[in-house]
């Protein structure tokens, strides 16, 4: 059983940063790649990154590659999500996941965090 709890979102201007962070509960963290989606309002729900057990290999959706990075500390049981150059189609909920397997598409995570809310204004 792991447990996710978003934080770090909020209110930023078109062309700010935010970062994300997801704290996991458990001392499997670890064995998990970890992923970042988000939901806009009235959309479906969208890859944005992931991240493999050891860090060794991450992937993110062409909407936020070259803006957003992801990355984890497995000391600290924490994945983060580093946004830059942030765009008012950047705002949603993002929420992280925990997943054995490794990949973009949200039936391979197991288990998911309550979100946290991003908006940009332009």
């Known amino acids: 059983q792991v447990q996710l709890v978003e934080s770090g979102g909020g209110l930023v201007q078109a062309g700010g940063s935010l970062r994300l962070s997801c704290a996991a509960s458990?001392?499997?963290?670890?064995?998990?790649?970890m992923g970042w989606f988000r939901q806009a309002p009235g959309k479906e729900r969208e890859f944005v990154a992931a991240i493999s057990w050891s860090g060794g290999r991450t992937y993110c959706a062409d909407s936020v590659k070259g803006r957003f990075t992801i990355s984890r500390d497995n000391r600290k049981n924490t994945v983060y999500l580093q946004m830059n150059i942030l765009k008012p189609e950047d705002t949603a909920v993002y929420y992280c996941?925990?997943?054995?397997?490794?990949?973009?598409?949200?039936?391979?995570?197991?288990?998911w965090g309550q979100g946290t809310q991003v908006t940009v204004s332009s």
């Open positions: 996941a925990a997943s054995r397997v490794y990949g973009y598409s949200g039936s391979y995570y197991d288990y």
């Open positions: 458990g001392r499997t963290f670890s064995s998990y790649a």
